[in-house]
């Protein structure tokens, strides 16, 4: 399987293509903290329903990613990205959500958080977010 990767310079051995997973694609986000003065990836991991559909209780991508942003990113060098891969490894875009929208604002996050759509690095903030599926469950 040819899984899409990043539009992304990374160093040497810092492939993301190992986080894919074609079992958990249809719930996963995936993200990575990127540090833009050196190319390198810094954090990465992905964000799924822990099991429990029926709690609110599932960290969203974006959360984890600005948990170490906020911790880490002393001289403000970080950006993140986010994106779903469809099962035959295509990527995908993915936007915040209303909840996440507003964490991501509070921390100043908001130019710094992106998706890719068609191969382009876009915003991952968009006019309109979406609420997050799990409130209305
Ligand atoms: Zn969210």
């Known amino acids: 399987m040819n899984i899409e990767g990043l539009p992304l310079k ?9 986080l894919f997973d074609a079992n958990i694609c ?8 990127y540090n833009k003065t050196n190319n390198s990836i810094v ?13 609110r209780s599932s960290i969203h991508a974006e959360e984890l ?3 170490y942003c906020y ?13 779903k891969w469809n099962r035959s490894g295509k990527i995908k875009s ?15 996050y908001k130019d710094k958080i992106f998706t890719i759509d068609k191969g382009n690095i876009i915003s991952a903030i968009s006019n309109n977010p979406l609420k997050s599926l799990s409130y209305f469950i």
Not at 96 to 105: A, D, G, K, Q, V
């Open 94 to 108: 993915k936007f915040c959500c209303e909840r996440c929208t507003l964490l991501i604002n509070k921390f100043n």
């Open 65 to 67: 990613a600005i948990r």
């Open 10 to 18: 990374v160093k040497t051995g810092e492939y993301i293509n190992k």
């Open 43 to 55: 954090y990465k991991g992905i964000s799924r329903p822990n099991g429990l559909p029926r709690q």
């Open 26 to 33: 249809d719930v996963a986000v995936f993200f990575i903290v």
């Open 71 to 83: 911790k880490y990113d002393i001289r403000n060098r970080y950006i993140i990205y986010i994106w």
